[in-house]
C-alpha cells in the first residue's frame, strides 16, 4: 500500500515520464534489447524510477527533474548494441561510445543542462575516464549497473513498474498504444 507521499512522488516522476514519452525518438528505444529480454526503453524508465526512489529513501536532496530526465535519457543511443555490424563498430567499445552517442541524440532531441549532461556521459564511470560530477550522476551510474545486473538474470524484470507508475488501466493502455505505433 502506497503512502500518501509515495503516490505524489509517483506522480511527480509520472508528470516528467510523460514529458519525455511525447517524443517519438526516445518511444524507438523499445525497438532495442538492454540485457536479457529487457527493452532500452523500459530499462531506462527502470533505471529513472529506481534513481528517484533512492534519492526519496536515503532523503538526498537532489534535482529532481534533472535526475530523472538524464536516467530517461542514459541510453538514448538507438541501436542494436548486440549485433555484429552495428553503426558504431568502427568507433570503440560499446560501453565506452555509447554515452557520447546518447548525450547526442538527447542534445539533438532535448533541451537539456549541464545536470542531464553529465549524468548520460558520465554513466558508464568508471569506462568513462571522467568521475561523475553531481549526486544525481553518481545515483543513475550506480542504479543502472545493479538494473543491469538485474535484467541479466531475469527473465521477466519489471513486470509491474508501469502498474507502479501509472495508476489506471486507460492511461496504461495509451501509454501501451503510444510505444507500439512508434515501433
Ligand atoms: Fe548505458
Ligand atoms: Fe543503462
Not at 514519452?21 to 526503453?41: A, P, V
Not at 541501436?79 to 547526442?104: E, M, N, Q, V
Not at 549524468?119 to 542504479?143: A, G, Q
Not at 493502455?173 to 515501433?183: E, P, Q, S
Request: net charge positive; aromatic share 12%.
Amino acid at each position: 500500500m502506497k503512502t500518501k507521499k509515495q503516490k505524489v512522488e509517483d506522480l511527480v516522476f509520472k508528470t516528467y515520464l510523460e514529458e519525455v514519452m511525447q517524443n517519438k525518438k526516445f518511444l524507438k528505444m523499445n525497438r532495442y534489447i538492454q540485457h536479457g529480454n529487457t527493452s532500452c526503453l523500459l530499462h531506462s524508465i527502470a533505471v529513472a524510477y529506481f534513481s528517484y526512489r533512492v534519492s526519496k529513501m536515503l532523503k538526498l536532496n537532489v534535482h529532481e527533474e534533472e535526475l530523472i530526465r538524464g536516467a530517461l535519457l542514459h541510453d538514448f543511443y538507438l541501436y542494436d548494441w548486440h549485433a555484429k555490424y552495428k553503426p558504431t563498430r568502427d568507433l570503440g567499445f560499446h560501453g565506452r561510445i555509447h554515452p557520447k552517442i546518447a548525450l547526442f541524440n538527447a542534445r539533438k532531441n532535448f533541451k537539456i543542462n549541464h545536470i542531464e549532461e553529465d549524468i548520460i556521459v558520465k554513466h558508464m564511470f568508471p569506462l568513462t575516464f571522467y568521475p561523475p560530477k553531481y549526486k544525481e550522476s553518481v545515483i543513475v551510474s550506480i542504479v543502472d549497473k545493479i538494473c543491469s545486473i538485474y535484467e541479466t538474470f531475469s527473465k521477466t524484470a519489471y513486470q509491474n513498474i508501469l502498474t507502479r507508475v501509472v495508476s489506471t488501466k486507460k492511461e496504461r493502455r495509451v501509454i501501451a498504444r503510444r510505444i507500439n505505433l512508434y515501433n
